[in-house]
């Protein structure tokens, strides 16, 4: 699903593989994420297993993310960073209000 913001004379189209690829730079800038559980490449709305999944309804965005901590990082901390730099991250660079971001640790990686 494309997002179309429209302004008089102009349209702007924001794909959701856009969103998914902020999604996915803003949690792994944030501090204790090791990796995204699963791979984002150009072919990611077809495979099943990726990290990342937006839903639009409307013109509002909800966004589903899995992560994988570093081992001695506290897994609701680092959930709680990675839901604000994302929404933070999306809203300010698409301008699409983001409405949730559910963030699933699924596992902790030990150096």
Do not use: C, W, Y
């Amino acid at each position: 699903m494309e997002v179309i913001h429209e302004n008089i004379n102009r349209k702007l189209k924001i794909s959701d593989d856009v969103i998914m690829t902020i999604t996915k730079l803003a949690a792994l800038d944030v501090k204790g994420v090791a990796s995204l559980n699963g791979e984002i490449n150009a072919l990611s709305k077809l495979k099943k297993n990726v990290p990342v999944h937006v839903s639009m309804i409307e013109d509002v965005a909800a966004i589903d993310v899995e992560i994988r901590i570093k081992g001695k990082e506290k897994a609701a901390v680092v959930a709680q960073e990675v839901q604000t730099a994302v929404k933070e991250n999306v809203q300010n660079m698409t301008g699409i209000p983001v409405a949730r971001v559910n963030v699933t640790v699924s596992g902790a990686v030990f150096d």
